[in-house]
């Protein structure tokens, strides 16, 4: 419940989107995640590639594989490219 407070008073900021998204992932939450990371990609981030990942992992969690392939293939070149072309 700290986390949705601290994205309620920083709706702007994609960080506390994303933080919220991974402690709802840890939680057994995807669905929560799912709307975090869509809310954090809608803002501009650092590191893009790493909200997709993280987007396919929640979306992979909740069954929806044709969603999670969509994020997945979404990643450019970079750090996380090989693993989610893997997955």
């Known amino acids: 419940e700290q986390m ?3 994205v309620d008073a920083n709706p702007a900021n994609p960080d506390a989107w994303l933080a919220y998204a991974g402690l709802s992932l840890e939680m057994k939450d995807p669905a929560t995640a799912v ?3 869509l809310q954090a990609q809608k803002l501009p981030m650092r590191d ?10 929640s979306y992979e969690e909740l069954g929806r594989f044709d969603d999670a392939a ?3 293939l979404s990643i450019e070149l970079g750090d996380r490219y090989l693993a989610a072309q893997a997955r």
């Open 4 to 6: 949705k407070i601290l």
């Open 35 to 37: 709307t975090a990371l």
């Open 48 to 57: 893009p590639s790493g909200a997709a990942f993280m987007l396919g992992q």
């Open 70 to 72: 969509k994020a997945f």
